[in-house]
């Protein structure tokens, strides 16, 4: 990998407590899930590097807090511009630890980038309110105030944007941040730390803690400090994490996972919904938390839709995100093949026919985009996130089963759907129990857009003018005596 970048003090092997590059007492092996070598190792920080970054974040808070907006939006317009100039480093360095394929990889640099400076922005616009009580003899103003040390902790299938959607926001409120990165994809987290240095971000406002989960985020959860936990991940993890900060009433922001359904209605302009649901399926190898996972097509139009996504599932490329012409990844390791391959053979036995691709256990990581017809509620597929290029496509006939199979499950991140009737567009759109609709679109992930679930799927919102609320707290001063 050192040899791929232009760069190469971007892969970091150290851990960043305090502002300062630093070991801990073991190593841990990060690997390429393509070919399955060791890129390099990280320290295998614990609680004590964990407090250490923490008592480092509190110290910093007071003269962070004070910053002028201007000079915060500046560092973030920084971080922003050094996270473009070295975007071909970071996109490889992404590709060795996480498999996406390079192009892909570039695309979330980008899309990372772009909450620095949607946040840059954003810090200048941190309003308060003021009015008349209601008595008459005083004012009462609405200050909004950092919440003060913060925590993080990030999922390794968007290295870096999920990095990024919760540092950045934190920074332009005022708030200091200790991230705990996977530990399958550390290497992102390090360069965007040595990026946000040389960008100017003081002492102990950014810490990467790398390390072994349970130790780190239960430091993190623990320490009164600590104010609040941002967490994307998987909904088993934030719940524990939930329940870890009930001692200390924490406040969380919590991304979980979804169950995303994606409806084409037979009023669908055929085009759009298979490029919208190759977009939201095969995207990093189906291993995001808004793939569509159920594709619930309507009587009149399933076969031509059938025929349509197994031909363009047809044309991927499957193979190591470095080489030329791969649109398609290896999954991030074994257990995540495993599980594409458990759902499809549960489908199989209960009736689903495949129509394009097929997997088979112990054929190692790359799993081929597969469609199957004929799946149905009963299967695994339909019940649990595949998080892997598996299609599997539900057939219905009234536009009511649609959406009762649709909000039948106890997630509610994203959905999608396809109609050009404007009538069904406000009734489905509205009936949908998501925290995000995609109509006519299989993307609902951009800087400027609120990014969050309802039900099992989480709590707050990130990204957008909502996002920097989640590291604001509301002051009332009362002015009395007037
Ligand atoms: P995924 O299915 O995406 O791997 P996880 O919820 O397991 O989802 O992982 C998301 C993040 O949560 C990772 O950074 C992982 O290391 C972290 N994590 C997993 N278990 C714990 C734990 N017990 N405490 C704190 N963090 C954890």
Redesign the pocket.
């Known amino acids: 990998l050192q040899t791929r970048l232009k760069d190469p003090s971007l892969l970091r092997t150290q851990a960043f407590v305090g502002g300062e590059w630093v070991d801990a007492g073991g190593t841990i092996e990060v690997v390429d899930p393509a070919t399955g070598a060791v890129i390099a190792t990280v320290p295998d920080c614990g609680a004590a590097e964990t407090r250490a970054a923490i008592e480092a974040a509190d110290k910093a808070f007071p003269a962070w807090r004070r910053t002028a907006p201007a000079e915060r939006a500046a560092i973030l317009e920084r971080w922003n511009d050094l996270i473009l100039e070295n975007a071909d480093d970071l996109a490889a360095i992404m590709t060795a630890e996480q498999g996406k394929p390079l192009a892909e990889a570039r695309g979330e640099v980008a899309y990372g980038a772009s909450f620095a400076k949607w946040f840059a922005e954003e810090a200048r616009r941190i309003y308060g309110d003021a009015f008349t009580g209601p008595t008459g003899d005083r004012r009462i103003l609405v200050l909004r105030e950092p919440v003060g040390v913060c925590v993080a902790?990030?999922?390794?299938?968007f290295p870096i944007a999920m990095i990024t959607r919760k540092a950045a926001p934190a920074f332009a409120a005022g708030c200091p941040i200790v991230l705990?990165?996977?530990?399958l994809t550390p290497f992102c987290a390090l360069a965007l730390a040595a990026l946000a240095e040389r960008a100017g971000i003081p002492k102990g406002v950014f810490s990467v803690v790398t390390g072994k989960?349970?130790p780190?985020?239960g430091e993190m959860t623990g320490n009164e400090t600590v104010r609040k936990l941002s967490?994307t991940?998987?909904t088993p993890?934030g719940r524990?994490?939930m329940e870890q900060s009930a001692r200390t009433l924490k406040r969380l922001s919590l991304e979980l996972g979804g169950n995303a359904p994606f409806i084409v209605f037979d009023d669908a302009d055929l085009d759009q919904a298979v490029a919208g649901a190759m977009a939201s399926k095969f995207r990093n190898a189906g291993q995001t938390c808004v793939c569509a996972n159920r594709i619930l097509v309507q009587d009149g139009i399933y076969e031509r839709f059938a025929e349509r996504l197994a031909a363009e599932a047809a044309r991927l490329k499957l193979g190591n995100g470095f080489d030329e012409g791969v649109t398609v990844g290896p999954l991030i390791n074994d257990a995540a093949a495993e599980k594409v391959v458990r759902h499809m053979e549960d489908a199989l036995a209960k009736g689903a026919k495949l129509v394009q691709g097929g997997a088979e256990a112990g054929r190692g990581r790359l799993v081929a985009p597969t469609v199957l017809t004929g799946a149905d509620t009963s299967m695994l597929l339909a019940n649990e996130e595949t998080f892997g290029p598996l299609a599997p496509l539900i057939r219905f006939g009234a536009e009511e089963e649609a959406i009762a199979i649709a909000n039948d499950t106890p997630f509610g991140l994203a959905s999608y759907f396809y109609t050009r009737d404007i009538g069904r567009a406000w009734r489905v759109g509205e009936a949908l129990e998501f925290g995000m609709v995609g109509l006519n679109t299989g993307s609902v992930s951009m800087e400027s857009a609120p990014f969050g679930g309802v039900k099992q799927s989480g709590l707050g919102r990130e990204g957008s003018a909502y996002g920097i609320d989640e590291y604001l707290e509301i002051k009332a001063l009362h002015m009395g005596g007037l």
């Open positions: 902790i990030t999922p390794w299938n705990k990165p996977a530990d989960a349970a780190i985020g967490f991940g998987s993890v524990l994490l």
